[in-house]
């Protein structure tokens, strides 16, 4: 959502949290660029099972459409993993840090239509 | 025309008028659990006296030594409600009671005669804060002259911000050198807390005293106020969203299409 951080330097930042966080970082994975593309996000989700979960560069790299992206966060739940999200230092991994990264998506979404100096 | 209360007024009034204000803890507890978890970290360091910290901490020790604190103290799951806790009746009245808060909450550590961890004068505001924000400055010792931060009241910082061409081409030093005369010394006990407006430039000098300052500080501000360079997430998180924000924040109009 609108941020656009060179690839080269999220990764650097991820690698850093993985460590921050005793996460054994595996494989890196980029999305496709074409605009609110989640492919390779939801093929990711799908192939979970056999590792612990995915650390996402930011929050807002998460697909904008409310349904779209709370059917990953409850996938991703669901097979008892967890995300993370490396720039907030954030994590999904119960109900509580569910609801919690969705309000600030949902406060994020608001604040355009808030008054605005 | 508000319908703000007298004890509301007075505390506005103050605030507009400094810049701060300065009252007492709302959640002791919670304030002395803080101090606690800091004292018992600087006791690994044979030490027991926040005040007398640069017998126990060199300079050269010093930023490793709070940096370290900062990351256990962050990692305490309670830390961030206890903080707000102790501040929370004057940000509800100051800022408002839809609040969000800091992802994490700083640490300031000023030994005497220590010129290596000074913050230059500066207002928030001139590095990516908006001026929506208050910065909640918690003493866990008694702060006073050079031992405490000061703050340029908000009538001189108005004339600064109309002057400021003229000193922009200077340097730190030389705009402290302006407006030494001006800016309020905080003092402040243990067991208070201060608020302050960071668009208010501030900032702390070497400290001459023969006790060691240790603070806290973190940023608050409306949730729905504007936001700068601190994002919402990255830098913010929702604490005390309402339930008319929760609910409007999914409505949606019926679908007639």
Known sequence: MEERVPQHVQNIVIRDYCSKKNIQYLLSATEYAMENSALTLRQLVKDLSSIDGIVAYSIFQMPEDDNERQSIFNSVLSLKKELHFAVEGLSIYDNETYNHIENIWKVKKTIPDCLYL | ?257
């Open chain 2, 1 to 257: 025309m508000d319908f703000l209360s007298k004890n509301e007024k007075i505390l506005e009034k103050e605030f507009i008028e400094k810049g701060f204000i300065i009252r007492e803890a709302a959640n002791k507890d919670a304030l002395n659990k803080i101090q606690k978890f800091v004292i018992d970290m600087l006791t690994s360091k044979g030490g027991d006296s926040l005040d007398h910290a640069h017998k126990n901490i060199s300079i050269s020790e010093l930023n490793d030594f709070r940096l370290d604190v900062i990351k256990k103290i962050n990692m305490q799951p309670w830390l961030r409600e206890a903080y707000y806790q102790i501040a929370k009746p004057y940000l509800d009245i100051l800022v408002g009671n839809e609040l969000a808060m800091q992802s994490r909450v700083n640490l300031s550590i000023q030994l005497p005669e220590d010129s290596s961890s000074l913050l230059t004068v500066h207002a928030d505001t001139w590095s990516g804060d908006s001026p929506f924000e208050v910065v909640v400055w918690l003493p866990l010792v008694n702060c006073f002259d050079t031992k405490s931060m000061y703050l340029l009241p908000p009538k001189a910082a108005n004339n600064l911000s109309d002057d400021f061409k003229l000193h922009a081409q200077g340097n730190s030093e030389k705009l402290f050198d302006l407006i030494k005369n001006d800016v309020n010394w905080i003092k402040i006990n243990y067991g208070e807390v201060l608020v302050f407006n960071q668009a208010c430039p501030h900032g702390n000098r070497v400290n001459k005293e023969s006790e060691t300052r240790w603070s806290m500080n973190c940023r608050f501000k409306g949730l729905f106020t504007p936001y700068k360079d601190k994002k919402i997430g990255e830098f913010f998180e929702p604490i005390t969203l309402r339930p008319v924000s929760k609910i409007a924040m999914n409505y949606k109009l019926p679908i007639t299409e």
